[in-house]
C-alpha cells in the first residue's frame, strides 16, 4: 500500500513488527503468535476444510485433476500431476474496504 503503514510487499517480519508494536509484545512472543495461527491455518487446510475469517474472507483448497501440458522450454509433451491449490475468496466487508466503501 504505497503511503500506508506498510511496505508495498507485506512481509512475515513486517505483521511480526506489527503484532509486537499493536499488542505490546515481545518479538519472541509476536513470532510465537504469528506461527501458531499459520499453523493453525495450514492443518485446517490439510484436513480438508475451509478456513473462514469474519470480515475478512475464506481459504480453501481446489482440487486439480492430472492433464496433458507442454515444457515451454522444451515442447516436450507432459503429464501435469493432480494435486490441491490453496485458493482465496475475500468477503464482501473486505471488498467494500477495499474499494473505499
Do not use: C, W
Not at 505483521?15 to 505490546?24: A, E, R, T, V
Not at 485433476?65 to 509433451?77: D, L, V
Amino acid at each position: 500500500m504505497k503511503g500506508g503503514i506498510f511496505p508495498m510487499t507485506l512481509t512475515k517480519a513486517d505483521i511480526i513488527k506489527s503484532i509486537g508494536k499493536q499488542l505490546g509484545l515481545p518479538k519472541d512472543r509476536s513470532i510465537d503468535l504469528f506461527e501458531s495461527v499459520l499453523e493453525i491455518i495450514k492443518q485446517t487446510l490439510v484436513n480438508g476444510e475451509e478456513v473462514k475469517i469474519s470480515g475478512f474472507g475464506k481459504f480453501y483448497l481446489i482440487e486439480k485433476k492430472a492433464r496433458k501440458g507442454r515444457n515451454p522450454h522444451t515442447g516436450e509433451r507432459i503429464i501435469i500431476e493432480p494435486r490441491r491449490i490453496v485458493s482465496f475468496k475475500y468477503s464482501a466487508r473486505a471488498r467494500d474496504v477495499l474499494n473505499g466503501r
